[in-house]
């Protein structure tokens, strides 16, 4: 008989029922919260379940436990049809300022751990489905919850302190300080705290960015209850849901048969458990399965059960239950039975975040049968036996070994089949079980190799019986090692034997030097050091009961990997001095004046906006080429599509005016006879709503004829003249350099390699233009950190005025400079559509479009030439500096005057020849990002400086010493230095830092262990303050007072995090001197105060903070007369007085910055109009085996004047920090040789994480400093701490020396490009196992990548 079928969907959202007969199985959950429910406070960062900016809380009810189970979820992924039955919790569910705020909301806030606030809710949300499971968390339960969430702007400093105030340790800490009678500083190092420690700090009570004692408390019995009609009836576990979409057809049995049954009539079908694999591949490979079959409620393959032989895990449990059943199994049972659970336990660690975990099954990763997949290797060294059911022939055991997958992806499970479960068998006393994972990142991460051993003894001998090894990462699919299974058996467990092994297993794992993932030499060397960890903690085993088997001590550092690490850190400031009055906000630690919205999810992004009248969205045809002559566009199919109404492209625009470029007009809005990079916008879909403008979008059939070339690298453009600009660009020159070179007593040539970076903001870009009725009107809400370029350029492309364009920004969920320019590209192309069809047009780019079509950091290679004596005095330099700029100019020209301008660092370069190149490629346009070049300039001065180090075999501190600029030098373009305060950062920051005991520690380490070395670096940097292009230092406000003595206050500078808004109520603040409360800012919008620059270059406080004190100092002025009459009056009374004498009370600020402006081609005028330093000191440790590093701690010492605002500038710093860290180390774009991106989201680009923040992490401002040149005495602060990120770089170059040393090869004759990513840092610790693989020869391969 045919089940009973049920087409309703059903679920609870933050305790309210929706129910849903006209759902589409295509939909996902977010896109049902954000477009039908209009909760926009879920995020969109990445639709691929790695950003966890949409994470909320599933709950449901177990009836077998007799208990609700709370899940973190990634919304991007869920579909909505797989929430049939549970109760979803959101971040509006929890709390808002309106009622009240869930301490979870509240405490991120006040720590400050909420700066662009776009992640907050999701990491809100993680915290919360924590809190939920367990009241009071480990730091580990912690740490595990967050390895699914990303920030790109606070570096998780202020989050993790905010939120460890939650957890068991938090409490004991208190608890035993009471007991002690301390006063704690509020650091949970109590008196371990470094400031303490190092002797600089004080425990006064107020020197603390906010206070704990002010938290509420946690009331775990407080929370809402989970819907009683849930718990009380289990209806709609029991219902057989099918459910019909307009091409996908879900199904949700609730028997095996059933199940069977259905794959049986549709052997297509797919199974989708959590929808982790399908999910991606349906949003970005764009695969189509009509038939979709959640095997969620099958008992068979749901349940975990224990069997004589060990764990039967049903195919569909999900990954955390597997877990925790295993780690169940693991407490109860002897050691030697749970060795394959241990490994698999461990290695869950490793796997994606807990969000995945969540949902994810076992069954489904082995039958994705991914080539890096983690479970596979394990599960098959371990050759595990696999349940498979088909209804007509019914179930079978098969060994999944070798020969289960017969090619990508493909598996012998016939297409009937399904997998209904996995035996993981018991180990005994002679079988051991290693696992390894190595990725770019620890955590949440694929792998890039992957590896387990699974050995099993003669009884109590070190005689191998049998050894099964299983690697991923080297094929299409997982491998095994054949040849080395039968040579090793019957061999002992020694040296010779793993020499041995190590020849086998290179003829085992073959790799082709092209093989997509590149890295031949790395993922070859790996699949030996991961062996080798194996033999050494399999040695240790065995030690302990064959005599003649000892292992060294130092190479017990080659067993582990690293683990999770303890988190100190302070923060050192000046406390406002108690004769400042209450509502002076100024130089105080003022929380971020959007957190408790952004944490809330109140707070409204450019997409939150609500849905305009006759909305219709674009989605864009882009080009897939790099260079090419686009030869026909053909629409026919797309625009046949339901929902879709028009094909917007180069058509529709004057032909006049179809050009757009920040400096020069060289891009165009719609490419339409010849791209010149992927990523160049066509055309645009525009239909009805976002799923079906993507899906026509992709019908738009576009023919192409290949050009040559194409310019991918640097090298590329210098062998074919490809630059956009005369040769050199630009020079700056002080001094004969020739004759330097001619005289000093040392001269060394040498060049340096910095790649690019994603600016990831996790808000990606976006645009909502809406034209009025009248006279060409227009309002444009837009991602812009530019309003009045966008503006600008829409009035260009379009033949509007501009004082009928208004372009207004409320927020940005990050910017980073990337928002800069490149919003006006799908700003303009919407404008476009929505005049043409005079309706509003929106458009949200995905994650992957953004990645490819805006561009983002320059790589850059400098070639450098430098002349010094004895000492190590540089007497002067050459450098040449090629920027990659993609195909158009963009700021192009102003990152590379940046970067030679930032090309001495922080050292005085008496003779200098800096010149400048603007290489042409065929990549997408680089454009601004944070440190605009300087990064990169200051780059190359400290690599010259490393060079000498290695030439005089000196401490490179001792050369920064000598060469560091003195107050009154003045830089290679004639900038005298005043109140140059590098030295003092520096002498402050190697003594809290105890650099020199730190040394002789690493020293100390280094030699006791083989595997694993320490490194130590200092770093200074120097950051010049001014926008080089003289007009842009420009800014207005706009001040409107109210009679009820409100404020409300305009200005030309945008919020993107950074916390302007609030730094800008604080001048308000401190000029009018009345409270922060009083003062409110709406937007930013071209049409209060017009001309804007951008914001950008670091200066939006500086500027706009003279802006609106200068407003203020009018109102001020005005009001002055009526304060001195009634000097017992309050505000309200002065304001209410003047407005009836007919005084105006609304005023415009007007500010330029004074003295600059430099002349190129004299070199004469300020550059800048100050600098900003700071100094970093990092120590590091790096496994050697794997290239895998750790930083363990990091000391900034900063010069930030008098600090507007400690609390967010100690955020921007640590922010910078990470991201540099990220630049230099972690994060690696990566482009085919047809300058193909393949990294397109958070899957293969990988951000610093929670997990790698620095163990120890303090920030001193300098104290006694202050600043004659900026507002209120303050420095600027947003793009001058980056740089400091590449200390970590230079410290893992320090520990690389050391491994080399140890390993007989010489210490310096090693190249180490930027990032130094694990592959880098493996291959420079050259070893024997290294030394087994050359690099291929270039031009006897074709290779899969390229350093562009
Ligand atoms: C952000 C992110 C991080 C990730 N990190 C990792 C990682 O670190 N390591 C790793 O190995 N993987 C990782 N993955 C991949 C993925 O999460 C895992 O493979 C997971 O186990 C898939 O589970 P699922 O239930 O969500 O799969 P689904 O998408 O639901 O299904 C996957 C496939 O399995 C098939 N399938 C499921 N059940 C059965 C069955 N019973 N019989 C036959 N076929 C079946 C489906 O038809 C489908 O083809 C990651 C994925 C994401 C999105
Ligand atoms: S949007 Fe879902 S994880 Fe990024
Ligand atoms: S605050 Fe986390 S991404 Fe901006």
Not at 390 to 410: A, I, M, P, Q, W
Not at 554 to 576: M, P
Not at 596 to 616: H, M, R, S, V, W
Not at 989 to 1009: A, H, P, W
Request: charged share 20%.
């Amino acid at each position: 008989m045919a089940p009973q079928e049920d087409n309703v969907l059903v679920f609870f959202v933050n305790g309210k029922k929706v129910e849903d007969d006209q759902v589409d199985p295509e939909w996902t959950l977010l896109f049902y919260l954000r477009n039908k429910l209009r909760l926009c406070g879920t995020k969109l960062g990445c639709g691929e379940g790695g950003c966890g900016a949409c994470t909320v809380m599933v709950s449901k009810y177990d009836r077998i436990k007799n208990k609700i189970i709370h899940l973190p979820v990634n919304a991007c992924l869920a579909p909505v049809c797989s929430m049939h039955g549970l109760a979803i919790t959101t971040i509006e569910g929890i709390g808002s300022t309106k009622t009240k705020l869930h301490p979870v909301q509240e405490r991120i806030a006040k720590s400050h751990g909420s700066q662009c606030g776009f992640c907050t809710p999701g990491i809100v949300m993680s915290m919360y489905t924590l809190l939920r499971t367990s009241p009071k968390p480990t730091m580990k339960e912690m740490e595990v919850a967050f390895q699914g969430n990303l920030c790109r702007c606070t570096g998780y400093r202020p989050i993790i302190e905010g939120y460890k105030t939650f957890t068991e340790e938090w409490e004991l800490l208190q608890n035993s300080n009471k007991l002690n009678g301390e006063q704690t500083n509020g650091c949970a190092m109590g008196d371990q705290c470094c400031k303490l420690q190092n002797g600089t700090g004080t425990t006064d009570p107020e020197e603390v960015l906010f206070k704990r004692s002010e938290f509420t408390p946690y009331d775990s019995s407080q929370e809402p209850i989970f819907p009683p009609e849930l718990k009380i009836s289990g209806q709609y576990d029991k219902q057989y849901l099918v459910i019909k979409g307009k091409t996908v057809t879900w199904y949700r049995p609730t028997s095996l048969e059933q199940l069977l049954e259905l794959k049986k009539l549709f052997p297509g079908a797919k199974l989708v458990v959590g929808n982790t694999e399908v999910g991606v591949e349906v949003k970005f490979k764009h695969m189509v399965y009509p038939v979709i079959i959640q095997p969620v409620l099958i008992p068979e393959m749901v349940d975990i059960t224990n069997t004589e032989k060990g764990v039967r895990v049903g195919a569909s449990a999900t990954l955390i239950d597997t877990e925790n059943h295993l780690k169940n199994e693991i407490k109860q049972l002897p050691e030697e039975k749970t060795r394959i659970f241990k490994t698999v336990v461990e290695m869950l660690n490793w796997f994606a975040g807990k969000q995945i975990r969540s949902v994810g099954a076992l069954g489904s990763n082995i039958m994705t049968g991914s080539p890096i997949s983690d479970m596979l290797p394990i599960l098959m060294a371990n050759e595990v036996t696999l349940e498979l059911q088909s209804r007509d022939n019914g179930k079978r055991e098969v060994l999944l070994d070798g020969n289960f997958f017969t090619g990508y992806r493909k598996t012998i499970v016939k297409p009937e089949e399904i997998l209904l479960a996995i035996y993981i068998p018991y180990t005994n006393s002679d079988r051991y079980c290693y696992a390894y994972k190595q990725a770019r990142r620890r955590e949440d991460d694929i792998a890039i190799v992957n590896a387990a051993i699974n050995v099993t003894f003669e009884p109590k001998t070190d005689i191998i019986s049998d050894i099964n090894l299983a690697f991923g990462g080297m094929s299409y699919k997982t491998v095994t090692a054949p040849k080395t299974r039968s040579k090793l058996k019957g061999l002992p467990w020694n040296r010779t034997t793993l020499e041995l092994a190590f020849t086998h297993l290179q003829e085992d794992l073959p790799l082709d030097p092209g093989a997509p993932g590149g890295m031949y030499v790395y993922r070859r060397s790996l699949t030996l050091s991961l062996f080798f960890r194996a033999f050494l903690a399999i040695s240790q085993d065995l030690e302990k009961y064959i005599p003649h088997i000892k292992i060294d001590k130092r190479d017990l550092s080659g067993i582990n990997g690293f683990h999770s690490k303890e988190y100190k850190s302070s923060q050192y400031f000046t406390v406002v001095p108690k004769t400042q009055e209450k509502t002076d906000a100024l130089q105080r630690p003022v929380v971020h004046a959007s957190a408790y919205k952004q944490a809330t999810g109140e707070a409204t992004y450019c997409d939150d906006i609500p849905f305009f009248e006759n909305e219709l969205y674009l989605a864009f045809v882009t080009s897939t080429k790099s260079h090419a002559k686009i030869l026909s566009v053909d629409t026919t199919e797309a625009l046949a599509v339901e929902g879709v109404h028009y094909y917007v492209s180069a058509k529709d625009i004057d032909p006049s005016c179809n050009n757009i470029g920040s400096i020069v007009h060289d891009e165009k809005v719609f490419y339409d006879d010849v791209v010149t990079s992927q990523g160049q916008i066509i055309g645009g879909i525009i239909a009805v709503d976002q799923m079906t403008a993507q899906k026509a979008a992709r019908k738009v059939k576009v023919e192409y004829e290949d050009l040559q070339p194409v310019v991918v690298t640097i090298p590329d453009a210098i062998k074919h003249n490809s630059y956009l600009s005369s040769v050199p660009h630009k020079v700056i020159a002080r001094g004969d350099i020739d004759k330097v070179f001619q005289t000093a007593p040392h001269v060394l040539e040498g060049e340096c390699h910095m790649g690019g970076q994603e600016h990831f903001y996790l808000e990606t870009q976006g645009v909502v233009v809406v034209p009025k009725k009248e006279d060409q009107e227009m309002d444009v809400y837009s991602s812009t950190q530019n309003p009045t370029e966008v503006a600008a350029m829409l009035g260009h492309v379009l033949g509007i005025q501009l004082n009928k364009i208004a372009v207004k920004v409320k927020r940005l969920g990050g910017g980073f400079g990337g928002k800069e320019s490149k919003a006006m590209m799908i700003a303009v192309a919407a404008a476009a559509a929505a005049v043409k069809l005079n309706r509003p047009v929106r458009c949200m780019l995905d994650r992957d479009e953004d990645m490819v079509m805006t561009g983002g950091r320059h790589p850059f290679l400098s070639k450098y030439k430098v002349a010094f004596d004895d000492q190590g005095k540089i007497l002067g330099a050459l450098v040449k500096i090629y920027c990659n700029c993609g195909y158009s100019f963009d700021l192009s020209p102003g990152v590379l005057e940046r970067a030679m301008a930032h090309a001495e660092n922080s050292y005085n370069l008496p003779v200098a020849r800096i010149e400048g190149y603007l290489c042409k490629t065929n990549l997408p346009s680089n454009t601004a990002f944070r440190g605009f070049g300087g990064p990169q300039g200051m780059y190359a001065a400290e690599c010259m400086l490393q060079d000498i180090s290695v030439f005089l075999n000196k401490d490179p501190v001792k050369l920064s010493e000598l060469n560091l600029y003195k107050e009154g030098d003045s830089t290679h373009y004639n900038q005298k230095l005043i109140n140059c305060t590098i030295n003092k950062c520096w002498k402050e920051c190697i003594e809290s830092s105890r650099y020199y005991e730190k040394r002789k520690e690493v020293d100390k380490f280094n030699k006791q262990n083989r595997y694993k070395k320490r490194g130590l670096s200092v770093i200074p940097t120097k950051y010049g303050i001014s926008f080089t292009v003289l007009h842009l230092n420009q800014a207005g406000a706009l001040i409107l007072v109210y009679t009820d003595g409100s404020v409300l206050l305009h200005h030309g500078g945008i919020e993107m995090g950074q916390g302007l808004y609030t730094k800008m109520l604080q001048v308000a603040s401190r000029s009018l001197e009345i409270p922060i409360e009083k003062i409110h800012t709406v937007e930013t919008a071209t049409n209060t105060v017009p001309n804007t620059s951008p914001t950008a270059a670091s200066s939006g406080s500086d500027l706009n903070g003279m802006a609106v004190m200068q407003a203020c100092n009018i109102i001020k002025e005005r009001l002055k007369p009526y304060k001195e009459a009634n000097p017992k009056g309050k505000w309200e009374d002065w304001v209410k007085k003047a407005y009836f004498d007919r005084v105006s009370l609304s005023a415009t600020g007007y500010y330029r910055t004074p003295d600059i402006g430099y002349n190129w081609e004299t070199g004469d005028g300020n550059m800048f109009n100050y600098f900003t330093y700071g100094v970093a000191c990092c120590e590091v440790e790096i496994d050697t085996l794997t290239g895998d590093h750790e930083v363990h701690s990091v000391e900034i010492v900063m010069d930030l004047g008098e600090s507007l605002n400690p609390a967010i500038d100690i955020g921007q710093i640590e922010g910078a920090f990470m991201q540099g860290y990220g630049l230099y180390v972690l994060e690696e774009l990566v482009y085919s040789p047809s300058g193909t991106n393949y990294t397109r989201g958070p899957g293969t680009y990988k951000l610093p994480g929670f997990g790698d923040i620095p163990g120890e992490f303090n920030v001193s401002l300098l104290k006694g400093v202050s600043n004659p040149r900026a507002v209120y005495s303050s420095k600027a602060v947003g793009e001058p701490p980056l740089f400091l990120g590449s200390t970590v770089l230079f410290a893992i170059k320090d520990a690389i020396k050391a491994a080399r040393v140890e390993n007989g090869f010489d210490p310096n004759d090693f190249q180490l490009v930027s990032p130094a990513t694990s592959a880098r840092i493996r291959v420079a610790c050259q070893d024997n196992i290294t030394a087994k693989f050359k690099e291929p020869e270039p031009g006897t391969y074709s290779p899969w990548n390229v350093l562009v």
